[in-house]
């Protein structure tokens, strides 16, 4: 097997794998269900994982990694800090069937049995908070927000989503997506200093 081919595969192997989880969540994944997914060998899922557990982490870790680069995106682009904020809030918030956030909120349990996927969590979830971090301190920097705390700020925004997000993903019409954007806005709002009609 040439490296790109390897490559090619893995890259296939991590989408599927992303699939089965979805699907079956992370405690019920074998990778045997993800061979068979694939097409492929467990002998070959073991090739690039080689346990279960590391198999489980960087699944989580790419489909991760693809919000995150939606976010580094906006993060890098030349928006104001205010639109920046924006943007933020709507890629963060749930959308559609939710996918990615059944991903997260299985990761984050799962870590509290795994060490593997507690690290990967941990760090991806801090990216987040960071880059809000990052654009709120820009928008207190230029004047558009008034704010003394940009970390603390960015991280109880980003719980409120979290809490909010399970409700939405778990709990089906407990409260509405287009609720959980108005309470976002509203919160965000009073913790920069902004009107929420700003942040429609």
Known sequence: MTRRSAEV?????????CEVIVERGLANTR???VAQAAGVSQALVFYHFSTKERLLARAFAYAAEQD???LDAVVRSSATPLVKLKRILKLYAPSGR?????????GWSESLRSPELEKVSRRLDLRWKEDLTSVISAGVGDGT???D????AAWRINALIDGLAVQVA????VISRRQLAEWVRHSAARELGLDPAELE
């Open 9 to 17: 595969r893995l890259d296939a192997l991590l989408r599927t794998a």
């Open 31 to 33: 990778t045997a269900d």
């Open 68 to 70: 995150l680069a939606r």
């Open 98 to 106: 939710s996918q990615s956030w059944a991903m997260w909120i299985d």
């Open 145 to 147: 927000f008034t704010c």
């Open 149 to 152: 705390d940009p970390t603390g």
């Open 170 to 173: 778990v709990h089906d019409r």
